[in-house]
Nanobody, 116 residues
Framework: QIQPVESGGGLVQTGGSLRVSCVAS????????IGWFRQALGKEREFVAS????????YYSDSVKGRFTISRDSAKNTMYLQMNSLKPEDTAVYYC?????????WGQGTQVTVSS
């Protein structure tokens, strides 16, 4: 079974940029729809962005559209989320998700903190 593993979180100032990555161990990401979710302290987990199996279709939440870019590198079995113009409200644990008809799989999360 696929196991996503996130990395790249950290502390950044308002207006800064950060890139988080998600590497899949086990089956290749190619057989999954993959995406990013986030959960701020005391709030429910919310959708951020997703990309289809071949990378040609992307979706974004309204709150990040125009600032974040999702991409996937099939050769490296890796997904990225480039985050620009970060705001304090982007502070959250960011989770990688992979799903297909066989299941729905989550990584352990990586903390992104945006200081004001």
């Amino acid at each position: 079974q696929i196991q996503p593993v996130e990395s790249g979180g950290g502390l950044v100032q308002t207006g800064g940029s950060l890139r988080v990555s998600c590497v899949a161990s086990g089956p290749t990401f190619s057989y999954y729809a993959i995406g990013w979710f986030r959960q701020a302290l005391g709030k429910e987990r919310e959708f951020v962005a997703s990309v289809n199996w071949n990378g040609d279709t992307t979706y974004y939440s309204d709150s990040v559209k125009g600032r974040f870019t999702i991409s996937r590198d099939s050769a490296k079995n890796t997904m990225y989320l480039q985050m620009n113009s970060l705001k304090p409200e982007d502070t959250a644990v960011y989770y990688c998700n992979a799903k297909n008809s066989g299941g729905n799989y989550w990584g352990q999360g990586t903390q992104v903190t945006v200081s004001s």
